[in-house]
């Protein structure tokens, strides 16, 4: 009667962790694979995507004034820049969503329950922010820009830096349009409670304008626009933090 070979002990915890792996890189996959194909799709509009974002300043250049590049492949490289990020900024909702997959697994059905909601928040939150910054700040701050200047200097913004500029201002409004959530996990996970919270609110509208100072350009308007949805943000998480404590001792709540 032969005998069965010893299994290699070092083998059986390293198989767990080479599936985890694999399946990680097979979602990253799908990740890059579906903005590849989301910019293979919008790269032919590229130009008409950029005069899109570029809208609001030349709404209020004077007749006959336009942009100008500076760099020779300026004209190339920045609608290309520009459909690369918006790429990613259509597959978000995928890109999370196979984040999800990989570690819902590992989680709780309580845990489940709430962090899918926060997911989905999160992504019409971050959606909304760049809404307001397109809508909303752009026509008052590049109106404050054009309008404040002297009447001798004419106003020509370079493509380039014109997109560094506002995909900076995407970012900082949509990253402020998280707050909510930011402030609701922290109640929810008990790293801080409501009344500290409550009792921090004077620094924490110093904190909104510093923050604001440092994401926007040196100037009160935008500064502003910045720092105050993000204090009124900051009240939201807190009023959600509110309702999530009163359910926790509402005896009542679960039945």
């Not at 004209?75 to 690369?84: E, G």
């Not at 697994?105 to 959606?127: D, M, Q, T, V």
């Not at 900082?172 to 921090?200: D, Q, R, Y």
């Not at 994401?215 to 933090?241: C, H």
């Amino acid at each position: 009667m032969s005998e069965t070979p010893p299994r290699e002990p070092e083998q059986q915890p390293q198989a767990p962790l080479i599936e985890h792996l694999i399946e990680l890189r097979s979602r990253l996959v799908k990740a890059v694979v579906l903005i590849l194909a989301i910019f293979a799709a919008l790269y032919a509009f590229s130009n008409d995507i950029y005069s899109f974002v570029a809208d609001p300043l030349m709404a209020l250049l004077p007749a006959g004034s336009q942009m100008i590049a500076t760099e020779v492949a300026s004209p190339f490289l920045a609608p290309f820049k520009l459909t690369l990020f918006a790429a990613l900024f259509i597959a978000v909702p995928f890109v999370l969503y196979q984040a999800w997959a990989f570690v819902a697994p590992g989680l709780y059905r309580h845990e489940k329950a709430l962090a899918f909601p926060l997911l989905a928040s999160s992504i019409l939150l971050f959606y909304a922010g760049v809404a307001f910054a397109y809508f909303v700040v752009f026509p008052l701050l590049f109106d404050f820009f054009v309008h404040t200047g002297p009447e001798n200097v004419a106003v020509m913004t370079d493509i380039n830096q014109y997109l560094n500029f506002v995909l900076k201002l995407f970012f900082a409004f949509g990253a402020a349009f998280e707050i909510p959530i930011a402030t609701f996990l922290m109640i929810w996970t008990g790293a801080t409670s409501v009344e500290s919270l409550s009792k921090k609110r004077p620094y924490v509208i110093v904190g909104c304008f510093v923050i604001g100072m440092m994401m926007t350009p040196p100037d009160v308007v935008s500064q502003s626009l910045l720092a105050i949805p993000m204090w009124l943000l900051f009240e939201v998480g807190i009023l959600f933090g509110r309702l999530v404590r009163r359910r926790r001792h509402d005896p009542e709540a679960d039945t």
